[in-house]
């Protein structure tokens, strides 16, 4: 018996390195040449080591557990003894930020913290986001004994675990890997990491927030009182400015604002720079804001959808900030932030009632900047056919529920689902809001009460694209449906194409359809509709009433009727719709009018110069001029 079982750890041992040989060929080589000579593997029965999380429920299993024991003053002691599967649990915590749920294994050998990690990885819509695992191995004998007994194939693969070292100077490598780049964030979900991996992450830490504090007191010297008359002084001499921007790849829409907005400076001779991450692994953190502060020294900083006051003190007070914003979040109209936003503060909201709105919030500056439309990316090709099916490109996302409000979002869809008309914005769903949470008997109070406000919108969003679909099938017309989300609904999910990457797909499918839908509410000059119309294609938007012809309403940047197609209710968007498939002559019309005016008006390179010329007028006055 001890023979054979000899010969199978032999077997399993040559199969586990042919396999690491292939795809971690030093870690095979260092496993090859260990010894096991004081090492053994005992299987321990019924042992509670076995995690399973499923959303925010979570079991610990009972099963055998292979624990490795080695020889020590004659005795054989317990070694990689499993953590307690619920001190992993709780490092999974959905509340912690997601970009931090990076994970690190600092034992390979041990066999629960392995497979814990592995078989629980965390997933997500972010964008660009994939949680990274590295594991580490110090002692390649344990390593070894553990290959003669388990199969790591399957939990070992390149696709589960991101970077992999093992022998004495394992720990020490993988520290240095993350000084070397100070984008990557540390891994927050640790696993089998000794006292020293951890006091390690902890001086990687501590010195990485000491260089942002020394260079937050380097950049306030920089930035003294009189910077934004010189910044100014600069403008009305026509020198190029130096343009900073930040933005982050975890995002769907913004990441490619911010490049192109850039471009659109860079285009008018400015000197630019762009912080983002250039892999998925990477976050920016407050030490690298700084450190990137400090390396170009901008005459202005771009922020979009965000504020200087979100930050701290990582932007200066005396460095001109404008803030591009394109969505409603939570934090623009945080009343902890408003009152620390200054007179170097510039914001441009997409269009004027929204502009209107946050200047009665106390922004000192906030006029209206239109969405723009990449003129090199989206553009008309006349090789494309065009089908007469109606493309509906947006995203569905319902949020998970919260324990501390069981069934409110559910509550709050079913509302909504029987409403004609959803209110739109998160001011007007505040008393429905108010509503539900009186009806189940919920008292929500604070940050709490803000969160579920925005979450209210997003449940609203969610409904009224819904409803669009809905309403289109029910007329019977041909509907392609294009995003996330749609083919987890029955309904829907025979009419889903999928999901587009920006670029060549979307200028695609945006002329190849006889009508794209657009039915954003107060929001009909949005990125989709300037694309589709770049690219010849006949955009069908919602009406937002008197607002449509109000000052820098939608009518000031497409003439409503010629260049732009609105729908006013459900009944107008159906007979519109059939109208084009109907007169091609009539969605041709529209088509061209809308494409030469986007080319001629409404690039990024308008959209930077319309910034500096408000810049010009308001740096230093306190104010924007009418």
Same mark, same amino acid.
């Given at each position: 018996?001890?023979?054979?079982?000899?010969?199978?750890?032999?077997?399993?041992?040559?199969?586990?390195?042919?396999?690491?040989?292939?795809?971690?060929?030093?870690?095979?080589?260092?496993?090859?040449?260990?010894?096991?000579?004081?090492?053994?593997?005992?299987?321990?029965?019924?042992?509670?080591?076995?995690?399973?999380? /499923?959303?925010?429920?979570?079991?610990? /299993?009972?099963?055998?557990?292979?624990?490795?024991?080695?020889?020590?003053?004659?005795?054989?002691?317990?070694?990689?003894?499993?953590?307690?599967?619920?001190?992993?649990?709780?490092?999974?915590?959905?509340?912690?930020?997601?970009?931090?749920?990076?994970?690190?294994? !600092?034992?390979?050998?041990?066999?629960?913290?392995?497979?814990?990690?592995?078989?629980?990885?965390?997933?997500?819509?972010?964008?660009?986001?994939?949680?990274?695992?590295?594991?580490?191995?110090?002692?390649?004998?344990?390593?070894?004994?553990?290959?003669?007994?388990?199969?790591?194939?399957?939990?070992?693969?390149?696709?589960?675990?991101?970077?992999?070292?093992?022998?004495?100077?394992?720990?020490?490598?993988?520290?240095?890997?993350?000084? =070397?780049?100070?984008?990557?964030?540390?891994?927050?979900?640790?696993?089998?990491?000794?006292?020293?991996?951890?006091?390690?992450?902890?001086?990687?830490?501590?010195?990485?927030?000491?260089?942002?504090?020394?260079?937050?007191?380097?950049?306030?010297?920089?930035?003294?009182?009189?910077?934004?008359?010189?910044?100014?002084?600069?403008? /009305?001499?026509?020198?190029?400015?130096?343009?900073?921007?930040?933005?982050?790849?975890?995002?769907?829409?913004?990441?490619?604002?911010?490049?192109?907005?850039?471009?659109?400076?860079?285009?008018?001779?400015?000197?630019?720079?762009?912080?983002?991450?250039?892999?998925?692994?990477?976050?920016?953190?407050?030490?690298?804001?700084?450190?990137?502060?400090?390396?170009?020294?901008?005459?202005?900083?771009?922020?979009?959808?965000?504020?200087?006051?979100?930050?701290?003190?990582?932007?200066?007070?005396?460095?001109?900030?404008?803030?591009?914003?394109?969505?409603?979040?939570?934090?623009?109209?945080?009343?902890?932030?408003?009152?620390?936003?200054?007179?170097?503060?510039?914001?441009?909201?997409?269009?004027?009632?929204?502009?209107?709105?946050?200047?009665?919030?106390?922004?000192?500056?906030?006029?209206?900047?239109?969405?723009?439309?990449?003129?090199?990316?989206?553009?008309?090709?006349?090789?494309?056919?065009?089908?007469?099916?109606?493309?509906?490109?947006?995203?569905?996302?319902?949020?998970?529920?919260?324990?501390?409000?069981?069934?409110? &979002?559910?509550?709050?869809?079913?509302?909504?689902?029987?409403?004609?008309?959803?209110?739109?914005?998160?001011?007007?769903?505040?008393?429905?809001?108010?509503?539900?949470?009186?009806?189940?008997?919920?008292?929500?109070?604070?940050?709490?009460?803000?969160?579920?406000?925005?979450?209210?919108?997003?449940?609203?969003?969610?409904?009224?694209?819904?409803?669009?679909?809905?309403?289109?099938?029910?007329? !019977?017309?041909?509907?392609?449906?294009?995003?996330?989300?749609?083919?987890?609904?029955?309904?829907?999910?025979?009419?889903?194409?999928?999901?587009? =990457?920006?670029?060549?797909?979307?200028?695609?499918?945006?002329?190849?359809? *006889?009508?794209? %839908?657009?039915?954003?509410?107060?929001?009909?000059?949005?990125?989709?509709?300037? /694309?589709? *119309?770049?690219?010849?294609? &006949?955009?069908?938007?919602?009406?937002?009433?008197?607002?449509?012809?109000?000052?820098? !309403?939608?009518?000031?940047? %497409?003439?409503? !009727?010629?260049?732009?197609?609105?729908?006013?209710?459900?009944?107008?968007?159906?007979?519109?719709?059939?109208?084009? &498939?109907?007169?091609?002559?009539?969605?041709?019309?529209?088509?061209?009018?809308?494409?030469?005016?986007?080319?001629?008006?409404?690039?990024?390179?308008?959209?930077?110069?319309?910034?500096?010329?408000?810049?010009?007028?308001?740096?230093?006055?306190?104010?924007?001029?009418?």
């Amino acid at each position: 018996a001890a023979a054979e079982a000899r010969t199978q750890a032999e077997q399993l041992l040559a199969e586990n390195l042919t396999y690491l040989r292939a795809h971690w060929p030093a870690v095979a080589e260092a496993i090859a040449a260990a010894s096991t000579d004081d090492v053994e593997l005992w299987w321990c029965a019924d042992v509670p080591w076995r995690l399973r999380v /499923e959303g925010q429920r979570f079991s610990v /299993e009972r099963t055998d557990h292979p624990q490795l024991v080695r020889r020590i003053a004659g005795r054989w002691t317990p070694v990689r003894m499993p953590e307690h599967p619920l001190a992993l649990r709780t490092q999974l915590d959905p509340r912690t930020p997601l970009p931090a749920l990076h994970a690190c294994i !600092g034992g390979i050998a041990d066999h629960a913290a392995l497979v814990n990690v592995l078989r629980n990885r965390i997933v997500s819509n972010l964008p660009n986001w994939k949680q990274a695992v590295c594991a580490i191995e110090s002692d390649t004998g344990l390593l070894r004994k553990l290959a003669e007994s388990v199969e790591l194939a399957p939990l070992l693969r390149p696709d589960l675990v991101e970077t992999m070292a093992v022998g004495i100077d394992a720990e020490r490598e993988l520290v240095e890997s993350f000084a =070397a780049h100070p984008m990557r964030l540390l891994p927050r979900v640790r696993a089998a990491c000794c006292a020293g991996l951890v006091e390690r992450f902890a001086e990687l830490e501590r010195a990485r927030t000491l260089d942002r504090d020394e260079g937050i007191a380097l950049l306030m010297r920089h930035y003294h009182a009189g910077f934004p008359a010189q910044v100014r002084a600069k403008l /009305e001499a026509g020198e190029p400015l130096r343009v900073w921007a930040w933005t982050s790849i975890h995002t769907t829409v913004l990441q490619h604002v911010a490049r192109s907005l850039v471009a659109g400076f860079a285009a008018l001779g400015h000197q630019v720079n762009l912080l983002v991450e250039s892999e998925p692994r990477e976050r920016i953190g407050s030490h690298d804001v700084v450190a990137s502060l400090l390396e170009h020294r901008p005459d202005l900083a771009i922020l979009i959808d965000h504020t200087r006051p979100e930050y701290g003190p990582l932007l200066p007070a005396n460095l001109p900030v404008a803030c591009w914003i394109l969505d409603e979040l939570p934090a623009l109209s945080d009343p902890r932030v408003l009152p620390r936003l200054g007179t170097n503060d510039f914001a441009f909201a997409w269009s004027e009632p929204l502009a209107r709105m946050y200047r009665e919030l106390g922004y000192p500056h906030c006029e209206t900047l239109p969405f723009a439309v990449d003129d090199a990316i989206y553009f008309a090709d006349p090789q494309v056919a065009c089908e007469p099916v109606v493309a509906y490109a947006t995203h569905l996302a319902f949020p998970d529920e919260l324990t501390f409000a069981p069934g409110l &979002f559910r509550a709050l869809e079913q509302r909504m689902m029987a409403m004609d008309e959803v209110p739109s914005g998160v001011e007007p769903l505040r008393p429905l809001l108010a509503a539900v949470l009186i009806d189940l008997g919920l008292v929500v109070s604070g940050d709490r009460l803000a969160d579920l406000a925005y979450q209210t919108l997003m449940i609203a969003r969610h409904v009224d694209r819904v409803k669009v679909a809905d309403r289109v099938l029910a007329a !019977g017309l041909p509907l392609a449906l294009y995003g996330r989300g749609w083919e987890k609904i029955e309904r829907f999910a025979a009419h889903h194409r999928g999901q587009l =990457a920006p670029g060549a797909e979307l200028r695609q499918m945006y002329q190849s359809h *006889a009508v794209v %839908l657009h039915i954003n509410t107060r929001c009909n000059l949005h990125p989709r509709v300037l /694309e589709a *119309a770049a690219c010849g294609g &006949f955009v069908l938007a919602r009406s937002d009433g008197a607002d449509d012809f109000g000052p820098a !309403g939608v009518d000031s940047c %497409l003439k409503v !009727g010629e260049q732009l197609c609105l729908f006013g209710d459900w009944h107008d968007m159906i007979a519109k719709i059939r109208r084009a &498939f109907d007169e091609p002559g009539w969605r041709a019309a529209f088509a061209k009018a809308g494409h030469d005016r986007v080319h001629a008006d409404h690039s990024y390179r308008a959209r930077a110069e319309a910034m500096l010329v408000s810049l010009g007028r308001a740096l230093g006055s306190g104010r924007v001029a009418a």
